[in-house]
């Protein structure tokens, strides 16, 4: 009797031991090829690349990606192999972004955080890599800088930038990608500075400009983007509208490729 209680107390303690994390076979593959179980990829340095637990070749569960010096790049919680949830990070171990991946493609929110002081910087939508709705960018505070409508990947809807105080900066709308509709900017003090329409991404017809008093200061009719009547003025609003498309979307993202663990 006692003899059958030793064995039976060897074996449960045996079998706890065999079931330890330290003895599991890494990096195994069925007859057909598919990876199975636990996968540990290292660099050439011999740092971990990615480590992860596979069924029937698709990621499953929780998988870690690092960069080549040891910091966390990627975390991603796989569901049923397609979709997953992830974090992605700066090379400083400091999150970078947040969202749904299904298979290779951003969807639903996906948000942004800057290098720099960690604050939310950039809201997103997406539906299977494409932006859909509106997407959001913030100052320091959490206040909201600029607001854009998507659709099908494209800008389409109203456009609003505001001032750090919530003061509305500029009010406009998007067709197809293209500036089209009234066009209307302002002052910190609420009142106008500007105001015209865009046609197919042209100014178009008659644009007011403002002091800062709310008096005006000028007219100029524009034909197809042309100023008709104020060369000099033309420059200035065209490296006007330059600026704003050259820093339209400057909010850094991290890099996604190489995220999910397909190599």
Known sequence: MLKSIFITLFLFASSQIFASKSDTIWNQTDKQGRKQGYWRVSYESGKTKYIGFFKDNKPLGEMKRFYDNGVIKAIQFFSDGKKSRAKLFYQNGELAAEGNFIESLKDS?????????????????????SKEGY??????????????????????GPWKQYYNDGKIKLNANYFNDSRNGSFLTYYPTGKPEMKGTFQNNLMQGEWI??????????KITYINGVAQNAGELQKKEDAYFKLIDENKGKFPEPDENNILLNK
Request: net charge neutral; charged share 30%.
């Open 109 to 129: 929110v996906w948000k942004y955080y800057s290098y720099y002081d960690k604050t939310l910087k950039l809201e997103e939508n997406y539906i299977k890599g």
């Open 209 to 218: 400009y403002y002091d800062e008093t709310g008096n005006v200061k000028s």
């Open 135 to 156: 997407s959001k960018k913030y100052y320091a505070q959490n206040q909201i800088a600029e607001e854009i409508e998507w659709h099908n990947n494209l800008k389409h």
